[in-house]
């Protein structure tokens, strides 16, 4: 029954569809661009397998961590442990670059158009291959960012310095405790700016960015604009994937393209209107481009 809400498009040949896409690239006034995890992942920024057992072998055999994200939630002993963690977590996912080039094949087709883009990924990897800044709403927090763990003001702090030095003289998985990091304002340890629960912070860049995100729609209703998800799965489809078949629903003219592994589809009442390209990201930006 419920398939039946859906229409996976599946009846075109690759080259088809990848001309299809670049027409609709090409006929678009502006382009939205809404990412997800499948994105980063195509660009080598996996959280399991190979890459996983290279940079936290030491981990995974002490603590038995099965992969980046697990990690995340592991119940640590202490701030110590904790720290040698997320340093290493932050410096290899948000400080180093990605092994593959696919946020660059992504700005070469869009660098022309007037674009936006809105993510639930938090490693940076957009500005680092030259997306604007002033273009960019990083809705879920940033690697980059800690934030008080008992919010007592809705601030975050660059980490960069800090993470590096973490890097450099952790031990045996565990960083010095003069190096534990502290709210400048109350004193208390200081958190990763992600959105876990409701102490996450949205300070005033959180705030600026959702400004900018909202006065692109309202300067693109009713033109031809091209939504483009790459990489959203299921786990926060009201951020990305719910509005953009929503938008694309309210406006005839709107475009919905969606490019991910086994996810790609659309609602039946907007199948004329929809791409549902499945395979890797980057092997289609670069076909395409």
Partial sequence: MITSL?????????????VKLKEELYKADAVLIGAGAGLSASAGFTYSGERFERLFGDFIEKYH????????????QSLEEYWAWWSRHIFVNRYEDAPL????????????KDYFVLTTNVDHCFQKAGFSKERLFYTQGDYGLWQCSDPCCQKTYDNEKEVRRMIAEQRDMRIPTELIPRCPVCGKPMTMNLRCDSTFVQDAGWY?????YEAFLEKHEGKRLLFLELGVGGNTPGIIKYPFWRYTRKNPEARYVTINYNEAFAPSDIAEQSLCIEGDIGTVLKDVS
């Fill in 65 to 76: 961590i099965s992969d980046m994200y697990a990690g995340g939630f592991y119940p640590w």
């Fill in 208 to 212: 600026e960015a959702a400004e900018r």
């Fill in 101 to 112: 080039p696919v946020y660059q094949e992504l700005l070469k087709l869009v660098e022309d």
């Fill in 6 to 18: 859906w229409k996976v498009q599946n009846t075109e040949s690759y080259q088809e569809q990848l």
